[in-house]
């Protein structure tokens, strides 16, 4: 009797073993901010995903599943580390996607390097990312130099700007694109009349207008920060008469951190705000349009997806194309992600260079926001 039972146990043991084994799984870590002041990196990034996963599944993946963990890192370097190390031991993933906040991006870096676990980055814009000599980090977002510089030649080129105050949260992110849009700026002949820099807790920006407001005549306003700060920025500009929006002589700038639906938020007090965008809805590229019919099809017809969604989707097509290719595990998917060029997505096309940074830079493009507070887009490069 106690032969047989041994001998049913090894049974099923052997069952589930071969089981194991047929089961192709790349499985997959997502850290982002789903609370906190990023929260809505969160919400949209997981849109993204979802979606992708269910585009994906009606491919050929050469009999592999993508299997999908979500974690909340909340935009916080130490709540961000204690997630990767759980995500880590528990997951044991292929690879991870995250995080969207550079600081928390940063303070994941080292650890996911430690275990050969490969980073695909989305929304951070530090350079030191993909300055630090990591063989894991892969980004497919615009870096801090990457942003800055068509963000001068525009100011100095197109609205021959002369003086700027420079506006920036006081994170690495915001940090490097101050740093990063104020030398070019100064060698190309501008002033910068001020650098002003702000915690995430600050909400009242009158202070900050009313101080720009006794500057004189300031061209420019490079603005840096979370979208919660960049409406009150904007607003506070506005009502202190700075930016165009309130009657003033300034145009706000900024980079790619907004998603689409800031100048609904912030009303007109964004009218006259230019800023880069590296997806837009009203771009007619197949996988673009494509992406938005599914995108409205599974949540509603009314709703624009947002560079953020189209971001999270993207990565998801990369993972998926490295599958196609090859890859089967996290060292492989490096290997497939250091040969990617030009992989057309919904943010353009990917082409990783030596440092694991995207290099291609073809749908970066100039949207100025009109009275009504829709997009123009703009033919600067």
Same mark, same amino acid.
């Given at each position: 009797?106690?032969?047989?039972?041994?001998?049913?146990?090894?049974?099923?043991?052997?069952?589930?073993?071969?089981?194991?084994?047929?089961?192709?799984?790349?499985?997959?870590?997502?850290?982002? #901010?789903?609370?906190?002041?990023? *929260?809505?990196?969160? $919400?949209?990034?997981?849109? &993204?995903?979802?979606? /992708?996963?269910?585009? !994906?599944?009606?491919?050929?993946?050469?009999?592999?599943?993508?299997?999908?963990?979500?974690?909340?890192?909340?935009?916080?370097?130490?709540?961000?580390?204690?997630?990767?190390?759980?995500?880590?031991?528990?997951?044991?993933?292929?690879?991870?996607?995250?995080?969207?906040?550079?600081?928390?991006?940063?303070?994941?870096?080292?650890?996911?390097?430690?275990?050969?676990?490969?980073?695909?980055?989305?929304?951070?814009?530090?350079?030191?990312?993909?300055?630090?000599?990591?063989?894991?980090?892969?980004?497919?977002? #615009?870096?801090?130099?990457?942003? *800055?510089?068509?963000? $001068?030649?525009?100011?100095? &080129?197109?609205?021959? /700007?002369?003086?700027? !105050?420079?506006?920036?949260?006081?994170?690495?992110?915001?940090?490097?694109?101050?740093?990063?849009?104020?030398?070019?700026?100064?060698?190309?002949?501008?002033?910068?009349?001020?650098?002003?820099?702000?915690?995430?807790?600050?909400?009242?920006?009158?202070?900050?207008?009313?101080?720009?407001?006794?500057?004189?005549?300031?061209?420019?306003?490079?603005?840096?920060?979370?979208?919660?700060?960049?409406?009150?920025?904007?607003?506070?500009?506005?009502?202190?008469?700075v930016v165009k929006g309130g009657g003033g002589?300034?145009?706000?700038?900024?980079?790619?951190?907004?998603?689409?639906?800031?100048?609904?938020?912030?009303?007109?007090? /964004?009218?006259?705000? !230019?800023?880069i965008v590296q997806f837009d809805p009203n771009?007619?590229?197949?996988?673009?349009?494509?992406?938005?019919?599914?995108?409205?099809?599974?949540?509603?017809?009314?709703?624009?997806?947002?560079?953020?969604?189209?971001?999270?989707?993207?990565?998801?097509?990369?993972?998926?194309?490295?599958?196609?290719?090859?890859?089967?595990?996290?060292?492989?998917?490096?290997?497939?992600?250091?040969?990617?060029?030009?992989?057309?997505?919904?943010?353009?096309?990917?082409?990783?260079?030596?440092?694991?940074?995207?290099?291609?830079?073809?749908?970066?493009?100039?949207?100025?926001?009109q009275k009504d507070l829709s997009w123009k887009?703009?033919?600067?490069?």
């Open positions: 009797m106690k032969r047989a039972f041994i001998s049913v146990v090894f049974s099923f043991g052997a069952l589930a073993f071969a089981a194991q084994a047929q089961d192709k799984v790349i499985r997959v870590g997502v850290l982002m #901010p789903i609370s906190g002041p990023g *929260s809505y990196f969160g $919400v949209m990034g997981k849109e &993204g995903i979802d979606l /992708a996963l269910e585009q !994906v599944a009606k491919t050929d993946l050469k009999g592999y599943k993508l299997q999908v963990q979500y974690e909340d890192s909340a935009c916080s370097p130490l709540q961000a580390t204690n997630t990767v190390k759980r995500v880590l031991d528990q997951l044991k993933p292929h690879i991870v996607i995250g995080e969207e906040c550079s600081d928390a991006s940063l303070a994941i870096a080292p650890i996911l390097e430690q275990a050969k676990v490969v980073q695909l980055n989305a929304g951070s814009v530090t350079m030191k990312l993909t300055e630090s000599g990591y063989k894991y980090v892969f980004r497919i977002f #615009p870096n801090a130099e990457q942003q *800055s510089a068509p963000l $001068v030649k525009v100011a100095r &080129g197109h609205l021959k /700007a002369q003086t700027a !105050v420079i506006l920036y949260e006081k994170t690495n992110a915001g940090n490097d694109n101050a740093e990063g849009f104020e030398k070019p700026f100064v060698a190309a002949g501008g002033k910068v009349l001020a650098k002003i820099d702000f915690g995430r807790d600050v909400n009242d920006f009158t202070a900050i207008a009313t101080r720009i407001a006794s500057l004189g005549k300031v061209d420019v306003l490079p603005t840096f920060a979370l979208e919660g700060q960049q409406v009150r920025l904007s607003q506070a500009l506005a009502q202190a008469n002589h300034g145009v706000q700038m900024g980079s790619i951190w907004l998603p689409w639906g800031y100048d609904q938020k912030a009303g007109q007090a /964004a009218v006259g705000y !230019v800023r771009e007619k590229r197949k996988v673009v349009q494509d992406f938005i019919k599914a995108f409205q099809l599974k949540y509603g017809a009314g709703k624009t997806p947002t560079h953020i969604n189209a971001h999270a989707y993207d990565t998801i097509l990369l993972v998926a194309e490295a599958v196609r290719r090859g890859a089967k595990d996290s060292e492989t998917i490096r290997e497939q992600f250091t040969q990617f060029k030009d992989v057309e997505v919904t943010t353009g096309k990917i082409s990783f260079d030596k440092k694991g940074q995207n290099s291609d830079l073809s749908v970066v493009h100039f949207v100025e926001t887009g703009l033919s600067w490069q």
